[in-house]
């Protein structure tokens, strides 16, 4: 213990706030200690302490220039040192309570003791915005210039953290200067400028977290803190005892616990999806053989309708053999045909040749007409129409192949009447007759 005797304090009344930051509340002294008829308390050796001790402790100085002090017991052990980024000094002005004060706590355990509005709760706000957390956190004020002391346009506060002998030579000294004016905080670091940012960095590379309730809890969010469920506090206490590493594998604990859980649903859902489908199995079992069976037939059907096309073709290769059967005894008959007409062939082969001997001259004949005057034209349009006859004659020739008399008496008419037409075209042309001419051809053209 760093003291062998406890300071003792007046009795408060019941209704008196511990946290209050009134600063119009005045320190008893033993001075102004009204005379009371009760029994002295005892010390803790069971003396009676011979006056009323005052309520602050005794490092806790007046003096006339508005700057105080509160000293820490001064025997500790030897071997006890800050631990990196424990608060070694705390130094305000002008901020709430305090005209001027500075705070020096100890390696260990420290307590701060008071009567209401001598400003404990005070050094709780100075730490949290000296840190660079906002009055959110404290949950009295909205705006920081609310903590700049009545009277005064400017508060200070300055905090000296202890250094892990690593990334700093000296402790480092946090100074946060509060506006009331706009209500701006001015922040800098051993000093060189900073800002919020950079200071909260600073803080939480020491696992200074002021907004986790299980490490900085002030008495505003006592309620708050009450109301956190079991999972909160744990999350929370975590944050604050636990690396980081700790925190990360918990992540990852309730992540895959997480997956348990919906791989456990899913599995529970396959489950009764499963057996949902085996007991509909068990009902479709009748129909699935009758799909069976009709599946089989509708496959015996399809090996059927893939033979057909073999049916098929060997009916057709039947009615190919008889075709070829038919088609060599028609080419017998043709054979015989043939021999049959080919005298008449012989003399058509022959008409032909007399036809193409009547074309020339027909042609030779058809320059001298066009020679001529008009009667020769007309004469030449008689010798083109008989033209037209002989071509005519020649195609029922050519359809008289296989003729019979007909044919050949028809043959012997042509000739009779081709030969008196060349006796008229050898006689000297006489005057024509274009309506005779257009009767006679007109009777050739009904033949």
């Known amino acids: 213990m760093p003291s062998a005797t406890i300071a003792h304090r007046r009795r408060r009344s019941d209704g008196s706030d511990d946290g209050g930051d009134d600063g119009s509340s005045k320190i008893a002294t033993p001075s102004s200690q009204p005379y009371s008829n009760k029994k002295a308390r005892l010390n803790i050796n069971g003396d009676a302490s011979p006056s009323q001790r005052p309520v602050l402790p005794d490092g806790y100085l007046s003096q006339s220039n508005g700057f105080s002090q509160m000293k820490m017991p001064t025997s500790r052990a030897p071997s006890m040192r800050h631990q990196p980024g424990s608060i070694v000094r705390v130094k305000l002005a002008n901020f709430v309570t305090y005209t001027a004060v500075e705070f020096f706590p100890g390696p260990s355990l420290n307590m701060v003791i008071g009567p209401n509005g001598t400003g404990k709760s005070s050094l709780v706000c100075a730490i949290c915005l000296g840190l660079g957390w906002g ?3 404290l949950g009295r004020a909205k705006e920081v210039s609310e903590f700049v002391k009545h009277g005064f346009q400017e508060a200070m506060i300055e905090i000296e953290l202890a250094g892990d002998g690593k990334r700093f030579r000296r402790n480092p000294v946090i ?24 200071v909260m960095e600073l803080a939480k590379s020491f696992s200074i977290q002021i907004d986790n309730l299980c490490q900085f809890l002030p008495q505003d969010k006592v309620v708050e803190f009450a109301a956190m469920t079991p999972v909160e506090l744990l999350h929370s206490t975590q944050r604050a005892v636990a690396p980081q590493g700790m925190l990360d594998w918990h992540d990852e604990l309730k992540q895959l616990r997480r997956q348990q859980r919906t791989v456990q649903a899913q599995d529970a859902a396959d489950q009764d999806i499963l057996t949902n489908l085996e007991g509909r199995q068990r009902m479709q079992e009748a129909d699935v053989e009758r799909m069976r069976e009709r599946e089989l037939m509708k496959t015996r059907v399809r090996m059927l309708e893939a033979c057909r096309p073999f049916a098929k073709y060997r009916e057709a290769r039947n009615k ?61 349009m008689h010798v083109n129409g008989l033209d037209d006859r002989i071509k005519d004659i020649q195609r029922e020739k ?50």
Do not use: W
């Open 135 to 137: 009055p959110q956190h």
């Open 175 to 198: 100074r946060c200067n509060i506006k009331r004016e706009g209500s701006k905080t001015h922040f800098s670091v051993n000093g060189k400028p900073s800002n919020k940012k950079g």
């Open 320 to 380: 190919h053999s008889e075709a070829k059967a038919r088609r060599r005894v028609a080419a017998t008959e043709l054979k015989a045909l043939e021999d049959e007409v080919e005298p008449s062939m012989l003399a058509v082969n022959a008409k032909e040749c007399y036809r193409d001997q009547i074309k020339a001259v027909v042609h030779e004949r058809a320059q001298v007409v066009q020679r001529a005057d008009r009667n020769a034209q007309s004469c030449a």
């Open 398 to 447: 050519e359809a008289e192949k296989n003729g019979s008399k007909q044919s050949k008496q028809e043959a012997s008419r042509f000739e009779q009447i081709i030969a008196r037409l060349h006796k008229q075209m050898e006689q000297q042309p006489v005057e024509l007759d274009v309506s005779a001419c257009n009767e006679q051809m007109a009777s050739l053209q009904r033949r």
